[in-house]
């Protein structure tokens, strides 16, 4: 057990609907990233949370959003669901940003879309 | 562009049958080498960072090894229960924040 806990675990929903996925970090951890996991692309990286701000973004798509809120809990917004947003959605922790990088993975979302 | 190739794509051994893997990476300036194990529908279980060419680290059946254009996964006498996706990621020193950049992992089967 990683520490990292996220919610759901499944999610079924159609097209064009909207989800939320909550993602609550390890104990003392400041930063969040949220990854995406499908079977052509492998783990990508969407955008990261350092204590409240966002710090970095990939190639995240203008449908998603992600907030961190003061009790350093994130949730990713996905608004106008595709099939091919159907995927394995990560959160990961790490103390923030000083020499401990090694990022903690949650159990992840899974997300239907069909 | 930041790139990080693993190999093989898949490796199937007998148990105790000892072998490597091979993580082959192409940045502008690495930060750390990571490697995770995934099992099957859950989440990369973090198992070791690599800062520095030369640097190693052991755990149990696995040591990872850096050199200054790859690492390596060493398994000694696998046995089932490593059988498992392992990834390689690394961080740049050039990218704002912390994210990873993953490699697409090698599938180890061990028989026994």
């Known amino acids: 057990d990683s520490g990292v806990t996220q919610t759901p675990k499944h999610l079924i929903t159609a097209t064009g609907q909207r989800v939320t996925l909550r993602c609550s970090p390890r104990s003392g951890d400041l930063s969040v990233y949220w990854y995406q996991q499908s079977l052509d692309q492998g783990l990508q990286f969407l955008i990261q949370y350092y204590n409240g701000e966002e710090r970095a973004k990939g190639n995240i798509l203008e449908r998603f959003s992600a907030q961190q809120f003061p009790d350093l809990h994130s949730e990713l917004n996905l608004s106008s669901l595709e099939l091919g947003d159907s995927a394995l959605y990560f959160c990961?922790?790490?103390?923030?940003?000083?020499?401990?990088?090694?990022?903690?993975f949650g159990p992840g979302t899974r997300l239907t879309v069909t | 562009e930041d790139q990080v190739t693993q190999s093989p794509e898949a490796l199937r051994l007998q148990e105790g049958e000892s072998s490597s893997l091979n993580c082959s990476y192409t940045?502008?300036?690495?930060?750390?080498l990571f490697w995770y194990r995934q099992d099957p529908g859950k989440g990369p279980e973090f198992l070791f960072t690599l800062y520095s060419a030369g640097e190693e680290k052991e755990k149990e059946r696995l040591k990872a090894t850096l050199t200054k254009k790859e690492s390596f996964l060493h398994i000694t006498a696998p046995k089932p229960e490593d059988s498992a996706t392992y990834l390689c990621a690394v961080q740049t020193v050039y990218n704002q924040g912390g994210k990873l950049i993953f490699g697409q992992g090698t599938e180890l089967s061990v028989k026994p």
């Open positions: 990961a922790s790490s103390p923030g940003q000083g020499k401990s990088y090694e990022q903690y």
């Open positions: 940045v502008s300036g690495l930060r750390g």
